[in-house]
């Protein structure tokens, strides 16, 4: 469903070389939960970006249900973002001056969907995250662990492939975070493949799968020393 | 979409009140002076009947001095003679002709407490109504047997049936002029044609006239003419017989010509006149007649100052510094949305979707722009007013036209200053945006 072959991300300047993955190869397969770990700056972020088609990378080859999308456009990857590709960031990142149907409702807007079809989506996933009645209330009327669930309420809107998430819980105290976690695994128990980078080995566990990365490259599935490694360090 | 990026324009100045009211009034100052200048220019240039302005023609003949020339060539007189006014008139070649001339009576009203007051005249022809479209409120223009018989018959203007008569209708009664009796046969309704193509020897922008009488009535009894007049060699002789004789042009003289054909037809019959009358011992220049359509007299004639022209450029470049202030605001506020463009890059919009949401967003501070430029652009034209009063006063109005021009040149303005701002909003990486916010 995933399948990265060989992909070098090299960030370049005029006096040095920053080589952000290396030979990175990956395989996820549909109805995954995926927890990537790794040191800060081993280039899990890159990862993500490259993941979510939000960087080009410098080699190799992306293929996303079975499709290459190392070439694609501009208008055709925003749209495959769009449909196959919900994201969930650790600092939510919700539009403050849009109350939360606004907020759910902006990746629908691009998606072309009539009003109806969005009300309809927007009801359903904020009722799914617990906060139907709230839809008319600002981000900042909201708690932390509300804001996130209103972040995945837009992820999951446009019924997305894949759901990937970057540090969902980093901003969270860890009975928010548990909660949140609670739904991540609920959604992907509904189908949707989810890739999660995360620095907390509990959150890592709750994934079927672990990526390890290293210094650019995939390590190994991680085990559970390096899991605490990443945890101490 | 468009209504949804209408939307987030709005909240998106709403965001930033006072980078926002700081744009829309770099424009609207921007706006408001031009305006001002396009207005004066606009008006000053308008063709003042759109309708017919291409069948109407300035006869102009030219009897003037020999020895008169300018860088070599000869300039056309812009007035006619009586002799040759007459001559025209009494042939008829044209659709329709009118002479007519500038003058000013004296109205004594019935009321025995109102003073006698002066009123601005033209001595014209029974043709001059329909052929110049002049709107009618009460009775009509008098008729070809008028002229002929020398009848007291006199059309009113608005303002003056409403001094005189109270705004009745007063079609039928009398008015006194100069101590005589005048039949009013009709009274016109709003009539201030801008410029006064009919007669811009004696002011482009001057009010239209109070009355009309009929040309051959201020002759016969010698009304004073208030126009200009002028004169290449004098008279023979003394008083008024000898000035109508005289090669003195004090006299416009317009033709209808529905055609191509017909003004062919004309020209031949103005050639032939000449010749006639060179025969005579008039006409010393070489043979040049012309026939200027409304727009062409008006350009001949130069009625859009070359001083408005220049304070029109002046006025544009300002826009233009007030563009390239724009363009810095511009920049800043959509690079301070760097956060909110690359969430939305990376929940689906493409580039081409951020472009447009921008540019809306920059067309709806155009708008903003627009509207209080325009209120400027009022206050300009009162200055104007106040500056120069009433000489300008036909000038410095504002009408559907300009309004439209100045809203649709604020917008398009904001736009042009949105696309450098907006192109480089949409080159923000996105990934780089998600983890700062």
Redesign the interface.
């Known amino acids: 469903m995933l399948s990265m072959q060989n992909i070098s991300m090299v960030y370049r300047t005029d006096l040095v070389e920053t080589h952000a993955l290396r030979e990175f190869s990956l395989e996820v397969k549909e109805g995954d939960f995926v927890s990537v770990t790794g040191p800060s700056g081993s280039g899990k972020?890159t990862f993500l970006?490259i993941a979510?088609l939000?960087?080009k990378f410098t080699d190799g080859r992306y293929e996303l249900d079975g499709r290459d999308v190392s070439a694609l456009s501009?208008?055709e990857s925003?749209?495959v973002?769009?449909?196959k590709i919900g994201?969930i960031?650790?600092?939510f990142?919700l539009?403050p001056?849009?109350n939360l149907f606004d907020n759910v409702d902006?990746?629908l807007?691009?998606?072309g969907f009539k009003s109806a079809e969005r009300k309809r989506r927007i009801e359903g996933v904020l009722d799914t995250v617990g906060l139907a009645s709230r839809m008319k209330h600002l981000p900042s009327q909201l708690s932390g662990g509300q804001q996130q669930r209103v972040a995945i309420a837009?992820a999951l809107a446009?019924e997305p492939r894949f759901l990937l998430a970057?540090e969902p819980t980093g901003n969270l105290d860890s009975q928010m975070a548990m909660s949140v976690m609670e739904l991540i695994a609920e959604i992907n128990r509904g189908g949707t493949t989810i890739i999660m980078v995360t620095h907390d080995p509990t959150l890592a566990d709750m994934a079927s799968r672990n990526v390890h990365i290293r210094d650019g490259r995939v390590s190994d599935i991680a085990t559970d020393t390096q899991l605490a490694e990443v945890a101490t360090g | 979409?468009f209504s949804?990026y209408l939307k987030l324009g709005w909240?998106s100045i709403?965001?930033n009140p006072l980078l926002s009211i700081l744009m829309v009034t770099a424009i609207a100052v921007g706006i408001g002076a031009s305006m001002t200048t396009i207005t004066v220019n606009y008006i000053m240039g308008g063709n003042p009947i759109p309708q017919k302005s291409d069948e109407l023609f300035k006869v102009q003949l030219d009897n003037w001095d020999p020895n008169d020339q300018s860088e070599g060539e000869y300039e056309l007189p812009e007035q006619m003679t009586y002799l040759d006014a007459m001559a025209l008139m009494r042939d008829r070649k044209a659709y329709r002709q009118v002479a007519s001339n500038r003058s000013g009576l004296v109205l004594e009203p019935q009321g025995a407490d109102e003073l006698p007051f002066s009123v601005d005249t033209r001595n014209t022809w029974a043709d001059f109504f329909p052929m110049f479209d002049l709107p009618f409120v009460y009775g009509s223009g008098w008729d070809d047997t008028a002229d002929r018989n020398l009848e007291r018959v006199v059309v009113l203007s608005k303002e003056i049936n409403e001094r005189v008569f109270g705004g009745e209708d007063s079609v039928g009664r009398s008015v006194r002029l100069n101590g005589m009796d005048f039949r009013v046969v009709g009274v016109l309704g709003e009539f201030q044609p801008v410029p006064k193509f009919y007669d811009v020897t004696n002011g482009a922008f001057n009010e239209a006239e109070e009355i009309y009488i009929p040309f051959n009535i201020a002759v016969e009894y010698e009304f004073s003419r208030n126009g200009n007049t002028s004169c290449w060699k004098p008279s023979d002789g003394d008083g008024f017989e000898a000035f109508l004789n005289s090669e003195c042009i004090w006299i416009q003289f317009w033709a209808e010509l529905r055609n191509a054909e017909e003004k062919q037809d004309y020209m031949a019959y103005l050639n032939a006149h000449v010749e006639q009358q060179k025969a005579l011992g008039r006409f010393p220049r070489p043979l040049n007649n012309r026939l200027s359509d409304v727009m062409e007299w008006m350009k001949d004639r130069e009625v859009v100052d070359e001083d408005a022209q220049v304070m029109l450029g002046l006025s544009l470049l300002f826009l233009v510094v007030c563009l390239l202030n724009t363009i810095g605001l511009l920049l800043a506020k959509f690079m301070g949305k760097s956060?909110?463009i690359g969430?939305?890059?990376?929940?689906?919009?493409?580039?081409?979707?951020l472009f447009i949401q921008h540019m809306i967003e920059s067309g709806l501070i155009g708008l903003g722009g627009g509207i209080l430029g325009l209120g400027l652009t009022w206050l300009g034209l009162a200055g104007i007013k106040m500056l120069f009063g009433d000489f300008v006063e036909n000038l410095a109005s504002l009408d559907w036209v300009m309004v439209l021009t100045a809203i649709g040149l604020a917008i398009f303005s904001a736009l042009l200053a949105g696309l450098y701002p907006t192109w480089r909003a949409c080159r923000i990486?996105?990934?780089s945006q998600?983890?700062t916010?």
């Open positions: 972020t970006n979510g939000l960087e501009d208008t925003s749209a973002r769009n449909e994201f960031f650790q600092s990142n539009i001056d849009l902006v990746p807007r691009y998606r837009r446009g970057d | 979409m949804y909240l709403r965001r956060g909110d969430l939305r890059r990376a929940l689906g919009a493409s580039r081409s979707s990486a996105p990934a998600l983890k916010q």
